[in-house]
DNA sequence: TTCACTTCTTAACCCAAGTCAAGGAGTTTG
DNA sequence: CAAACTCCTTGACTTGGGTTAAGAAGTGAA
C-alpha cells in the first residue's frame, strides 16, 4: 500500500492512525478473495489532502478513480465565467469520471477539495489491469455504474420536477452537514439560483416555517 | 431469429423485408465472431411496433433492452398527474434501462412509441447468459454504459446551463424530425416550460429571427 | 483602532414563466 | 352539416428569479 504524498495532521507523530485505518479496513473486507485483496494492498494509495487542492481542473485528462473517506470535494464547471456548482461528494462517494477512461477527453469539470479530504487513488491502468486479473470484479463494477447511472437519473429528475426551494429544503434535510462546510453562494449555485435568490427562498421559509404555499 | 408479434405493413406479403434487412445486418457485422453472430441470430428479436404501444409503463419491471431501428419513442413520468418528457429516442438510440436490471424495481418512468417503430429485443437474461459466453463483450458493454453515462451528464449540464428558448433552438437544430412527429406540447414539457410558455417563445424567434437579446 | 475583504441580506425594478381564460384552426364523430 | 375534440395561440394577471446597488456582520491586517 502507498502512502506517499500525506499531508500529517499537524504536531502528530509520524504515523497517520486515521490512514492506516482505512487501509486496514480495504484489505480486511471479506467481500474479496485474498489474491484480490493483495491486489488492492499493492496498488490503492490513500492520501490526505488539503482544503483547496484541486483532484482535476477543467482542460485535464482524468488519470484514476477516487474514493472519499473523509472530507467533502465540489464539483463545478465553468459557465461564462461563472462557477457552477454540479455536486458535492461526501463520505463514502465515489468520483470516477466515469466514461471517459479510454477516449480520453479532456475534462469539463474541476473537483476541489472544500475542507481536509482522506481519499483513495486508483489509477485507470490499474484498474485495467484488475479486469484482466479479476473478470469478476469488471463485472461487479459494470453492475456498480449502472447503479450509480441510475441514482443519477432519478437526481436529475427529481432536481428537474422541484423549485429551488423545494431543493433547498429537500438538502437541508438530507445533507445539513454541508451548510457546516460549504459557503451559502456555492449552495445556491447548485440549487439552480443566484445567491440573492436563494437568501430571498430562505427569508420566505423563515417567515413560514414549513408551511407549504398555504391559502389564508 | 425470432419474429413473433410482427405488425405487418398493410397490405403487404408476409414477409416483412424491412425487418429482414435489419436481421441481415446484424448476422453480418465484421466487429463480431462468428460465435456471437451465431448467438445473436438465436436470442435477438426483431419487432415492428405500433404507434401508441408502451414498451414500459410506471409501475412495470423491465425485463430488456431494446434498440430502435425506425421511428421514435418517448420516455416520460408523471409529477402530480402531469406526464413530464424527460427523453425522445430515435434511429440508433438504445433504451437499456441501466442500473434496474439486477436489483429490480418497479420503473418510474414510461416507454411510449409516438408512431410505428422498429425495434429489437433483448432479455435481460440473455444479455446475462450472453456475458458469460463471451467475456469479452461485457467489456464492452462496460464501455458503451460508461460513455452513454458520460454523454447523459453532457446533456444535463448543457440543459441546466441554457434557457427554455436557447433549449429550443438548440433542438430545432439537431432534431428537427422531432417537430413533425411530436405535437409541441411534449416538446414545451421536454424543454422545461408550459405549452404556452412554448407559443411565446415561438412567437418570440418569430419576431426577432435568430436574433440574440441585441442592444438597439 | 481603521481599512479591506468576504459572505450574506435587503430593496427596487425588470423580465420570463405560470395560470386562467378565451378563441382559432384542424381533426374526427354523430 | 354541426358538434366534439385536439392542438396551438393570445391576452391579462401573478409570481419568482435576475440584476443592480447598497449595506450589515464577521474576519483579518496594518
Redesign the interface.
Known amino acids: 500500500m502507498k502512502l506517499d504524498n500525506i499531508v500529517k495532521p499537524s504536531g502528530k507523530a509520524d504515523l497517520d492512525f486515521e490512514v492506516l485505518e482505512i487501509m486496514n479496513s480495504l484489505v480486511s473486507s471479506n467481500e474479496n478473495t485474498q489474491e484480490e485483496k493483495d491486489f488492492f494492498a499493492e496498488n490503492i494509495a490513500i492520501k490526505r489532502v488539503k482544503k483547496g487542492v484541486f483532484l482535476l481542473k477543467e482542460g485535464q485528462f482524468l488519470k484514476s478513480s477516487y474514493h472519499l473517506y473523509k472530507g467533502c470535494i465540489r464539483e463545478f464547471?465553468l459557465?461564462d465565467g461563472e462557477e457552477?456548482t454540479?455536486a458535492f461528494y461526501t463520505v463514502g462517494d465515489s468520483l470516477s469520471g466515469?466514461?471517459?477512461?479510454?477516449?480520453q477527453v479532456p475534462s469539463?469539470v474541476s473537483w476541489e477539495c472544500i475542507c481536509e479530504c482522506i481519499i483513495s487513488v486508483f489509477p485507470f491502468e490499474v484498474e485495467k489491469e484488475m479486469?484482466q486479473l479479476f473478470?469478476r470484479l469488471?463485472?461487479l463494477?459494470?453492475?456498480g455504474?449502472?447503479?450509480?447511472?441510475?441514482?443519477?437519473?432519478?437526481a436529475?429528475?427529481n432536481y428537474?420536477?422541484s423549485s429551488p426551494g423545494e431543493r433547498y429544503e429537500h438538502l437541508i434535510k438530507t445533507k445539513p452537514e454541508l451548510f457546516q462546510l460549504v459557503p451559502l453562494y456555492h449552495i445556491a449555485s447548485y440549487l439552480?439560483v443566484k445567491p440573492e435568490s436563494l437568501s430571498r427562498i430562505r427569508g420566505r421559509l423563515r417567515s413560514s416555517p414549513s408551511a407549504k404555499p398555504s391559502i389564508e
Chains 1, 2 share one sequence.
Not at 455504474?145 to 432519478?154: F, G, H, L, Q
Open positions: 464547471y459557465k457552477k454540479v466515469d466514461g471517459n477512461k479510454l477516449n469539463d479486469f473478470p469488471e463485472s463494477c459494470r453492475m455504474i449502472e447503479k450509480r447511472y441510475s441514482n443519477y437519473k432519478n436529475v429528475n428537474l420536477s439552480g
